[in-house]
């Protein structure tokens, strides 16, 4: 069955602490996408990567890392620096023009 | 950089009425693309609008894509409760010759759509 996860469904974290969210794909898809939902904003998108082990900032990368190690996955990692870090976070991978979404993690801080 | 603005951020209808969404970008437009995401889901892809002028159906949605390609709307006949979610639209931004293809989508803040039965 193919698609895209995310695990875990719901992750908490406590102040300093940095913690890493999974994005997983078995679409065969070049180009994955991490996004950040908060009320009323829309998506806005912090990481992209076009190819394995090759990645670049999008509109709002600071305080968030990522790596590209292997085709299948993406994970981004939220540390200490990202002040406001409660968000719902979106993985996506890309197949032509159209973006194909996880389930999303959402993230609360303690 | 490039900014997409969509109206309006809330809308109420009763079931059985017309419901519109409209998305405007800063920028000329390479192509719009349209998403819903249900409560408590994530986004998934509906359309894509290409051409000027392009109109599009499927079932009860229309979508159009202004002639200068930097407006696009979603229009809902007879809404029902199944429509309800937030309806999100995606501008890629025209490239510049010898730009390179990163598929960068950037999505307006969406509409979120409630429908009472």
């Known amino acids: 069955d193919g698609g895209i996860t995310q695990s875990p469904k719901y992750l908490f974290r406590k102040e300093g602490q940095n913690v890493t969210l999974s994005c997983e794909q078995n679409l065969n898809h070049d180009a994955m996408y991490w996004y950040r939902q908060d009320p009323g904003q829309g998506l806005r998108l912090i990481y992209y990567s076009q190819i394995v082990n090759d990645f670049q900032k999008g509109d709002i990368a600071e305080g968030y890392s990522v790596s590209r190690e292997k085709k299948e996955s993406f994970p981004l990692t939220v540390t200490s620096a990202q002040k406001n870090p409660t968000a719902f976070y979106l993985c996506?991978?890309?197949?032509?023009?159209?973006?194909?979404f996880g389930p999303g993690t959402r993230l609360l801080v303690l | 950089g490039q900014q997409v603005m969509q109206i309006p951020q809330y809308q109420h209808v009763q079931e059985g009425e017309d419901f519109t969404t409209y998305c405007n970008s800063s920028?000329?437009?390479?192509?719009i693309q349209w998403y819903k995401q249900r409560p408590g889901g994530h986004p998934v892809f509906l359309i894509q609008?290409?051409?000027?002028?392009e109109v599009k159906k499927q079932k009860r949605l229309t979508f159009q894509f202004g002639e200068a390609k930097k407006n696009s709307s979603l229009h809902i006949t007879a809404t029902q409760t199944t429509d309800v979610g937030t309806y999100f639209c995606a501008g890629k931004e025209v490239e510049n010759a010898g730009g390179t293809s990163y598929g960068k989508l950037t999505f307006g803040q969406g509409t979120i759509l409630t429908v009472h039965p």
């Open positions: 609008l290409v051409k000027s002028g």
């Open positions: 996506a991978s890309r197949e032509g023009e159209t973006q194909y």
């Open positions: 920028t000329t437009l390479s192509n």
